[in-house]
């Protein structure tokens, strides 16, 4: 006698997607010294890293550590209303901010999730550090994580 799975195909009676997740483009971690930061990354632990480049319309410093099959952003606060010094202010040794992952076209994604009653950070998307749309999507719907997606 032959078993067989009764486990239903993952996406069975779903209709198709307009929009795919694809990779993971990076992670992103508050770091309250900059220098400091990028000095552990590129000195001490030999990775490659980008000049530090001021991103005013989105409040950070970026730093981008190019690991082989991701990578990491460093950010720090840039400006008095920076998302990232109130992160700092409850996390004084920083840590993980947010995870970003690649969507193959943002607009159809956002217009699927808020559908889902995802909510977003934002009510339409920016450019981010990666001169491509960005959308954050709102951790209390993202078991706890601050999701960004970029359009690939």
């Known amino acids: 006698m032959r078993a067989?799975?009764?486990?239903?195909?993952?996406?069975q009676g779903v209709p198709g997607s307009l929009w795919k997740l694809g990779r993971l483009n990076h992670i992103a971690i508050a770091v309250p010294d900059m220098e400091k930061?990028?000095?552990l990354y590129r000195d001490v632990l030999g990775a490659?890293?980008?000049d530090k480049v001021p991103l005013p319309e989105h409040g950070v410093?970026?730093?981008?550590?190019?690991?082989g099959n991701t990578k990491l952003e460093l950010l720090h606060p840039l400006g008095e209303k920076s998302p990232i010094a109130g992160f700092l202010q409850k996390n004084k040794s920083g840590?993980?901010?947010?995870?970003?992952?690649?969507?193959?076209d943002i607009n159809a994604a956002i217009?699927?999730?808020?559908?889902?009653?995802i909510r977003?950070?934002?009510?339409?998307p920016r450019i981010g550090a990666h001169g491509?749309?960005?959308?954050?999507?709102?951790p209390k719907d993202c078991d706890g994580v601050l999701v960004e997606l970029e359009e690939a």
């Not at 067989?4 to 996406?11: G, V």
């Not at 840590?95 to 193959?104: K, S, T």
């Not at 977003?120 to 339409?124: C, G, I, N, P, R």
């Open 4 to 11: 067989h799975s009764t486990t239903a195909p993952l996406r």
């Open 37 to 39: 930061a990028t000095a």
């Open 48 to 50: 490659t890293v980008s």
């Open 61 to 67: 410093y970026t730093v981008f550590v190019e690991l």
């Open 95 to 104: 840590g993980m901010h947010h995870i970003c992952i690649e969507v193959d």
């Open 111 to 117: 217009a699927d999730l808020k559908a889902k009653n």
């Open 120 to 124: 977003t950070l934002s009510a339409e």
């Open 132 to 138: 491509k749309p960005v959308m954050f999507l709102h």
